[in-house]
């Protein structure tokens, strides 16, 4: 593989689109965001203002894709375009093939399946379309509903990686899931 950064691309997931952040997702970004859940586990800034989402939106986002950091997109409704969450990869290593998944869901979006239907498919993107070895999720142990997606989108637990990653609250293990091109389902 010579060109080191993900092409610019959309893709379905049944009834989701997921696709390059815009101007546009700009509010429901930063009301996603400032969220008490969502600040819980993520170390956003704090609070998430919406000068935080006008960057991430329209340059942060699209910045890290063209440095080979990733790929990060808006997880919308295919038929009605509200920002539903995100799912991204980041921490690309281009060499190995492995790439880290990360997402998260609007407030009033939650519970829907939208972060593991999103995952899922992005999963299938990256090893099948990509040719990527791994894909790899760190999900905080207190964080069972990351946990529970990264499940259901077919990842499996490997274990704890102690004292790995940080939240707002301070240091936290981590529990590392993985999909490989073999825990793909064949069409």
Same mark, same amino acid.
């Given at each position: 593989?010579?060109?080191?950064?993900?092409?610019?691309?959309?893709?379905?997931? /049944?009834?989701?689109?997921?696709?390059?952040?815009? %101007?546009?997702?700009?509010?429901?970004?930063?009301?996603?965001?400032?969220? !008490? =859940?969502?600040?819980? *586990? =993520?170390?956003?800034?704090?609070?998430?203002?919406?000068?935080?989402?006008?960057?991430?939106?329209?340059?942060?986002?699209?910045?890290?894709? !063209?440095? /080979?950091?990733?790929? %990060?997109?808006? $997880?919308?409704?295919?038929?009605?375009?509200?920002?539903? @969450?995100?799912?991204? =990869?980041?921490?690309?290593?281009?060499? +190995?093939? &492995?790439?880290? &998944? #990360?997402? *998260?869901?609007?407030?009033? +979006?939650? /519970?829907?399946?939208?972060?593991?239907?999103?995952?899922?498919?992005? /999963?299938?993107?990256?090893? #099948?379309?990509?040719?990527?070895?791994?894909? !790899?999720?760190?999900?905080?142990? @207190?964080?069972?509903?990351?946990?529970? $997606?990264?499940?259901?989108? #077919?990842?499996?637990?490997?274990? $704890?990686?102690?004292?790995?990653?940080?939240? %707002?609250?301070?240091?936290?293990?981590?529990?590392?899931?993985?999909?490989?091109?073999?825990?793909?389902?064949?069409?």
């Amino acid at each position: 593989m010579t060109d080191r950064t993900f092409p610019p691309v959309s893709l379905r997931a /049944g009834e989701l689109l997921l696709r390059p952040f815009t %101007h546009e997702d700009v509010e429901a970004t930063q009301a996603a965001c400032a969220d !008490e =859940l969502t600040q819980r *586990w =993520l170390p956003l800034p704090n609070p998430y203002t919406l000068d935080d989402a006008t960057s991430w939106c329209t340059h942060v986002a699209h910045a890290l894709r !063209e440095s /080979g950091d990733g790929i %990060h997109f808006a $997880v919308i409704g295919a038929r009605n375009p509200r920002l539903l @969450g995100t799912v991204g =990869l980041k921490q690309t290593d281009w060499r +190995a093939l &492995v790439s880290e &998944v #990360g997402y *998260w869901t609007a407030p009033w +979006a939650r /519970g829907s399946g939208v972060a593991t239907a999103a995952t899922r498919a992005l /999963g299938r993107w990256l090893l #099948g379309d990509q040719g990527f070895a791994r894909m !790899e999720l760190k999900a905080a142990t @207190g964080n069972i509903a990351s946990q529970k $997606v990264a499940t259901r989108a #077919g990842l499996h637990r490997e274990g $704890v990686m102690r004292n790995a990653g940080f939240t %707002h609250t301070g240091r936290t293990d981590l529990v590392l899931f993985s999909l490989t091109p073999q825990d793909l389902p064949s069409s």
